[in-house]
């Protein structure tokens, strides 16, 4: 067998572990990467890039079709139709350029990798089958960036036309009437793309709000967005299996009344799972959280050398999670002193409106025994809302009532997901209401809502 030694082996090329390969060989650590699928991941492959590219197109097909017959602006079109295969191809080619670039960064860097599966042998090396050839990789740290996997559910398991969102982002045709289980991140705006499609949509959650990890505060105009485009939402409900003849799936109600829903494509989107079956992690009997890899605050697991990253570490399940701390474990492994401890990781949901939440809630502050002042700014105050022609939502601010630390932001509406650099900015720069008060946001943009909403949370508003 052919034998490769390194200092650092990343398992899994996704955005924590190709992060975690760059930055480790920017500071001369001999690392070696091993990826059985594709470079970049869920990420780039079948997850934020490739939904956030049909949520685009989504949005723009549904911005014609609304022209037809004339809209407010003046803008008229005859008619609108869709050439799904272009755009499926048109979201490949984003992912083939970004997969491409990450690709060359690696080599660039001088990272070696390696094309392949990998099986641990034991804390110091895993076995990778090259071209038919098994390898041995050895290494002073290895580093476990497997990522997740979607959810089954035993009475509605993939295959036929139960997808995951792996086959609902590439679809060669689109279903006339799409089921989602789910009404979370994937649920939502998946469904609201397919809405946006044209296609019918009903969607089946077993708890009694969309989106249950944000406030309903927050998700209200979420609700009212999706009521507005014609989405059915079954609420406090479950699924029990395919109906007889297969082409429904059959729902109870929190009463426990049973109905079928006619659907010919069913998305189940239930959340997602670390990946630790399959390779050989057991052997390593890691301490676990749950099925996630439990790391301390500087991504160590329980065995010395051996560190875990991303979405093997359960929750959050986000990208820029995952890249930050492979970008941790890298400057670790070169020496340096560093810890996990952010003061906020963004969360941000790509419906319409969209949502961001960074830091505490008034809920959560509550929660945390905080003394808390809190301040909403809507954007129907807002001019740059208002020629966006969208001025649902808003912005609020969650700041200590003693010395004003701002310790969370949260905002609905039209293209937030771009104020959370400023959100996390303020937070992690440690801000006070007076800081985002005072200074001067451009006009008009939408982010003049985080400087109002913090003049309000300080009692002297300006355009409410
Ligand atoms: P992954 O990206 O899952 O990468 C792990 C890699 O390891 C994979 O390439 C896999 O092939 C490889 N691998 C696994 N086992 C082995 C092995 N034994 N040998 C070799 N290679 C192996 N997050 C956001 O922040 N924003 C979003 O907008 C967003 N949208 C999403 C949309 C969808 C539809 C989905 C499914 C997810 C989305 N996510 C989003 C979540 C995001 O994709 C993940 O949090 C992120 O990819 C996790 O990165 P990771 O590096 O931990 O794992
Ligand atoms: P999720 O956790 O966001 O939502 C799953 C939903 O399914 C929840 O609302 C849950 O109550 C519901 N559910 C669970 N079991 C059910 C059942 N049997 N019947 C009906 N409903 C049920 O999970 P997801 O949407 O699959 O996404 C997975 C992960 O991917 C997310 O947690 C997130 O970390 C990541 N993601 C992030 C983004 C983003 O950042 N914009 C987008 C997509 C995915």
């Not at 009404?183 to 959650?205: D, N, P, Q």
């Not at 890249?323 to 963004?346: D, K, N, S, T």
Request: net charge negative.
């Amino acid at each position: 067998m052919q034998e490769l030694s390194t200092t650092l082996l990343v398992v899994g090329g996704g955005p924590g572990g190709y992060v975690a390969a760059i930055r480790a060989a920017q500071l001369g650590i001999a690392t070696t990467l091993v990826e059985g699928e594709a470079l970049g991941g869920t990420c780039l492959n079948v997850g934020c890039i490739p939904s956030k590219a049909l949520i685009h197109a989504a949005e723009e097909f549904e911005k014609v079709t609304h022209c037809i017959g004339g809209s407010a602006l003046g803008i008229r079109v005859e008619s609108s139709r869709l050439d799904l295969a272009q755009t499926v191809r048109w979201k490949d080619g984003i992912v083939k350029r970004l997969t491409g670039g990450v690709a060359a960064l690696l080599k660039r860097s001088g990272v070696n990798v390696v094309k392949g599966w990998a099986r641990i042998v034991d804390g110091k090396s895993v076995e990778v089958v090259v071209g038919g050839e098994p390898v041995r990789i050895g290494c002073e740290h290895l580093l476990l960036a497997a990522g997740s996997e979607p959810l089954s559910l035993p009475t509605l398991p993939f295959g036929g036309s139960v997808i995951d969102a792996a086959e609902a982002l590439s679809p060669e045709a689109l279903p006339e009437r799409l089921l989602v289980v789910g009404a979370g991140y994937i649920g939502l705006e998946l469904g609201t793309a397919y809405r946006k499609f044209g296609c019918e949509v009903s969607v089946v959650e077993a708890a009694p709000q969309v989106l249950p990890s944000y406030d309903e505060e927050l998700t209200r105009p979420v609700v009212a967005a999706l009521q507005r485009m014609g989405v059915h939402l079954h609420l406090g409900c479950s699924v029990q299996g395919p109906s007889a003849n297969g082409h429904a799936v059959r729902v109870r109600d929190a009463h426990g009344e049973e109905s079928e829903h006619e659907a010919d494509r069913v998305l189940v989107a239930v959340g997602r799972r670390p990946r630790t079956e399959g390779w050989g992690l057991e052997t390593l009997r890691l301490d676990m959280d749950g099925r996630a890899v439990r790391v301390d605050d500087q991504c160590s697991t329980s065995m010395r050398n051996v560190w875990a990253i991303g979405d093997l570490t359960g929750e959050p399940m986000l990208a820029h999670r995952a890249m930050a701390q492979g970008e941790l474990v890298a400057e670790i492994i070169a020496g340096q002193r560093r810890r996990f401890l952010p003061a906020a990781i963004p969360a941000v949901c790509f419906t319409d409106p969209e949502l961001v939440v960074v830091g505490m809630t008034p809920a959560s502050a509550a929660q945390a025994g905080l003394d808390c002042v809190d301040a909403v700014f809507p954007f129907s105050a807002n001019g740059r809302a208002m020629t966006l022609e969208s001025s649902v939502g808003f912005v609020r601010v969650v700041a200590r009532r003693d010395d004003h630390l701002i310790v969370g932001w949260q905002a609905v509406g039209r293209s937030v997901s771009e104020l959370s650099a400023a959100f996390s900015h303020s937070i992690e720069m440690g801000a006070r209401l007076e800081d985002a008060a005072g200074t001067i946001h451009a006009h008009p943009t939408l982010g003049e809502a985080l400087q109002e909403a913090a003049l309000r949370a300080l009692g002297r508003p300006l355009h409410v």
